[in-house]
C-alpha cells in the first residue's frame, strides 16, 4: 500500500514538474528543459510511461525553441515509439507535427510534409481540432514556401474563426496574427500585415509570451523598414534582440542580426553592418537551420563585396555554395515532394471550400446561414442590379408542433417548408435561415408587385397539408416585405422593416404578409 502511495506521489511531482515546463515554454527554455529533465529522470524510476512521453516531448520542444533540432529529432523518436505502443492516437498525432516542424526547420521538406500529413489525418479522423489547428498552422509555412499565399492565409483565417469560437481559444491567436503578418508581408501588402501585426502585439501582451512578442516586434521592425522608417525599424528589431536573447531563442538572434545588418547596409553604415553580420555568421554556423546559414552566408558576401574583405568575402561564398550544395543532396528527391506538395494545396483548397460551404449553410435546412447576411444580398445586388424585395418569414407554429410532437416533427416540419421555399421561389432569389424558425429571402429586381405575387405562391402552397412524420399539418407562415431601395438603401436597416412588416401581419391573424408602411 505504501509502495502504491508513493508511486502516486511520484506522478503527481512529475505532473507538476511538466506544468511548470508549460510555463516556462514561451518565455525561459532552459528552465523548461531543466525541469522536463528532471519528470524524464523520475518517469523512468517508476516506469511512468505517459510521464516518459511528456518528458521527452517537451526536451524536444525546448531543443527545437533553441533551434537544435537534430537532437530534438532523437527525443521524438522515442515519444513516437511510446505513441505507438501505448496505440495512443493523440499522442502519435502531436509527435508527428513536432516531426513536421523539426524537419522544416533543418530544410528536410520532404520528411516534414510526410509526417504533418500523417498528423493532419490523425486529428481530422480522431477531431483533435487544437491539434489539427497546429498542422494547418504549420502546413501553411510549407504554402507559402510554395508561394500559394492566398490558400495559406485562407487557412490562417479558419484557425483563427476556430479560436474565436472558442474559450478557452484551441490555438494561440497571437500565432495566427503572426503568422498572417508574415505572409501579407511577404505578399508586399503591407497594410494588412501592419494591421495583424498590431493585432499580434496587442495579443502577445495580452498574454505575457515572450516568445511571440520576440517575433511580433521583429516582423514590426521589417514592416518599418519597407515603409522606409530606418529609425523605428531599428527600435523594434532592437527590442526582439533583447527577447530573443531572454528566451535564448538561437534562430531569431542570428535573423535579427541579418536584418540589421541589412539596415544598415542600406543606410551606408558599413561598419556597422559589417560588425553585427559577423556575429550573426558565427551563431549561424552553431545552429541546425541550413536555410539560415544560407542566408547569412549570402548576406555577409554583399557586404564583404563593398567593404573589400576579400578574405570573410571568399569564406562566406565557399560557405554559401556548402550549405546550398548540401541542401540540394537533402531534397534529391525535389521533384517528389514537389509533386506532393502540389497535391497537398490541390487537396487544401477543396478542403477550404468544403469548410467555407459549411459556414455557408445552414446544416439542418440547407439554406444559407445567418452569418452571410448582408455580404450575399450585396453580392446579389452586385450582379442582378441595385433593387430588390427583401421578404421577413416566421413560422407561426414551429413551437406548438416543438412542445406537442417533439422537437424531431418540428425539424421535418421546417425541411419541408425549406423544399417548398426552394421549389416556389426564384432561382436566383436568396434564402437564408436566420434564427430557428425565422428566414430571409431576397428578390433581386424584384418591386412590391413581384414580391407580393412570389409570396401568395408560397403562402398557397404552404398551406396544403403535408405528412410531417406520421402527422398531417400545414405550414403557417408571417411575412413581412421591405423593398430596396425604396425603403431604404441600408441592408441592416431593411431587415428591420421587414421584420416590423412580419409582426403586423402576425398580429393581424397569422397566415399573411404585409408590406413595409413607414406610417
Known amino acids: ?41 523520475l518517469s523512468k524510476s517508476i516506469n511512468y510511461d505517459i510521464g516518459i512521453f511528456e518528458s521527452h516531448f517537451r526536451i524536444a520542444r525546448s531543443l527545437m525553441s533553441s533551434s537544435n533540432n537534430e537532437e530534438a529529432i532523437e527525443h521524438l523518436d522515442v515519444c513516437y515509439a511510446i505513441a505507438q505502443t501505448l496505440g495512443d492516437a493523440q499522442l502519435v498525432a502531436r509527435t508527428a507535427n513536432s516531426f ?41 509555412a510549407i504554402l507559402c514556401e510554395l508561394g500559394d499565399f492566398e490558400t495559406a492565409i485562407g487557412y490562417l483565417q479558419n484557425i483563427l474563426g476556430q479560436c474565436e469560437q472558442a474559450d478557452p481559444p484551441i490555438f494561440p491567436k497571437c500565432i495566427v496574427y ?41 516582423i514590426m521592425g521589417q514592416i518599418r523598414a519597407r515603409q522606409k522608417l530606418p529609425e523605428e525599424a531599428y527600435s523594434l528589431m532592437q527590442k526582439a534582440m533583447a527577447l530573443a536573447e531572454m528566451t535564448s531563442n538561437s534562430y531569431y538572434l542570428v535573423q535579427i542580426r541579418i536584418d540589421l545588418s541589412k539596415l544598415f547596409y542600406d543606410q551606408n553604415r558599413l561598419i556597422e553592418a559589417s560588425n553585427i553580420i559577423r556575429e550573426a555568421y558565427g551563431l549561424a554556423f552553431q545552429l541546425d537551420y541550413p536555410a539560415l546559414k544560407r542566408s547569412v552566408a549570402l548576406t555577409m558576401a554583399e557586404i564583404c563585396q563593398l567593404t573589400r574583405d576579400e578574405r570573410m568575402l571568399i569564406k562566406a561564398l565557399k560557405a554559401f555554395k556548402d550549405i546550398t550544395l548540401l541542401m540540394e543532396k537533402e531534397n534529391i528527391h525535389r521533384q517528389q515532394v514537389f509533386t506532393k506538395a502540389q497535391l497537398l494545396v490541390f487537396n487544401l483548397k477543396k478542403d477550404n471550400e468544403r469548410l467555407r460551404g459549411e459556414i455557408e449553410r445552414d446544416p439542418l435546412t440547407g439554406c444559407l446561414s ?21 421578404i421577413f418569414l416566421d413560422i407561426d407554429n414551429l413551437k406548438i408542433i416543438n412542445d406537442s410532437y417533439g422537437h424531431d416533427i418540428g425539424d421535418a416540419l421546417l425541411i419541408s417548408f425549406v423544399k417548398d421555399l426552394m421549389a416556389v421561389m426564384p432561382q436566383e432569389s436568396l434564402k437564408i435561415r436566420i434564427a430557428g424558425d425565422e428566414f430571409l429571402v431576397f428578390l433581386p429586381k424584384a418591386g412590391r408587385n413581384e414580391a407580393a405575387a412570389a409570396l401568395d405562391n408560397l403562402l398557397n402552397t404552404l398551406k396544403k397539408p403535408r405528412m410531417v412524420g406520421e402527422v398531417r399539418m400545414p405550414v403557417l ?23 416590423a412588416a412580419m409582426y403586423s401581419a402576425k398580429q393581424a391573424g397569422r397566415g399573411n404578409y404585409r408590406i413595409y408602411n413607414a406610417s
Open 370 to 390: 445567418s452569418r452571410t447576411f448582408p455580404d450575399r444580398i450585396t453580392q446579389s445586388l452586385a450582379t442582378y442590379g441595385n433593387t430588390g424585395a427583401l
Open 100 to 140: 513536421g516542424i523539426s524537419y522544416y526547420n533543418l530544410g528536410i521538406t520532404s520528411k516534414s510534409l510526410d509526417h504533418l500529413l500523417e498528423a493532419l489525418e490523425l486529428s481530422k479522423t480522431n477531431q483533435y481540432r487544437d491539434i489539427e489547428c497546429r498542422v494547418y498552422n504549420n502546413i501553411c
Open 477 to 499: 407562415v408571417s411575412a413581412g416585405i421591405a423593398l430596396y431601395p425604396e425603403h431604404s438603401s441600408d441592408l441592416i436597416n431593411l431587415r428591420k422593416m421587414a421584420d
Open 178 to 218: 503572426k503568422n498572417l503578418a508574415d505572409t501579407y508581408y511577404n505578399m508586399n501588402n503591407i497594410g494588412k500585415a501592419e494591421f495583424y501585426a498590431i493585432r499580434a502585439l496587442d495579443e502577445s501582451l495580452k498574454n505575457r509570451n515572450s516568445q511571440m512578442l520576440c517575433e511580433t516586434y521583429y
Open 1 to 41: 500500500m505504501g509502495m502504491v502511495r508513493a508511486m502516486e506521489n511520484i506522478k503527481s511531482f512529475v505532473n507538476n514538474l511538466l506544468e511548470e515546463c508549460d510555463r516556462h515554454a514561451n518565455h525561459y527554455i532552459s528552465e523548461e528543459l531543466n525541469c522536463a529533465k528532471k519528470a524524464l529522470e
